[in-house]
């Protein structure tokens, strides 16, 4: 089954249990996936679901954070749930050994030697760790391992 589908048959249930927050999370989803073929004109796949969803998370983030530097405790649950339901939907993601391991590969292979070679080693990780890592993690990992 397709994250497509997949997400067509949790919209389903949703709407069924009257899960009204997951089914406007999956409609949100979905609604980009749609935006994304008209706009492309391409048939999306996994791939470009899952980049999508994960997009969908870092913004809910960085939304978190300014509610909580607000005290909007409304908000502030509503997008953790909205979080909880968008991860859902990605792999499994790295834990910082694994990651720790995948950037210390990406610095051996472009021999990277400082913080300027951290452009090469972050287009090395982004390839291997797509969806299954923040960019922000990587970039803090990659600091800590070139110090």
Same mark, same amino acid.
């Given at each position: 089954m397709t994250l497509k589908e997949r997400l067509m048959e949790d919209m389903k249930v949703s709407m069924? $249990? *009257? #899960?009204?927050?997951? @089914?406007?999370v999956i409609t949100m989803i979905r %609604?980009? &996936? *749609? !935006? @994304? +073929?008209?706009?492309?004109? &391409?048939?999306v796949n996994d791939d470009d679901v899952i980049e999508l969803i994960a997009k969908q998370l870092k913004q809910r983030k960085d939304a978190l954070v300014e509610f909580e530097k607000a005290e909007r405790?409304? =908000?502030?649950?509503q997008t953790k749930a909205e979080i909880e339901i968008l991860a859902?939907?990605?792999?499994q993601q790295l834990t910082d050994e #694994? =990651? +720790? %391991?995948?950037v210390r590969d990406?610095? %051996? +292979?472009? $021999?990277? !030697?400082?913080? *300027?070679?951290?452009?090469k080693i972050m287009g090395k990780v982004m390839a291997v %760790?797509?969806?299954?890592?923040?960019?922000?993690?990587? $970039? +803090?990992?990659?600091?800590? &391992? =070139? $110090?």
């Open positions: 069924r $249990n *009257k #899960e009204t927050l997951k @089914k406007s %609604a980009s &996936v *749609k !935006q @994304k +073929e008209v706009d492309d004109r &391409v048939d405790d409304d =908000l502030i649950a859902s939907y990605l792999p #694994e =990651l +720790e %391991a995948v990406a610095v %051996a +292979e472009v $021999n990277a !030697q400082s913080v *300027k070679d951290m452009g %760790a797509k969806g299954r890592v923040d960019g922000k993690r990587i $970039n +803090e990992m990659v600091k800590k &391992v =070139l $110090n």
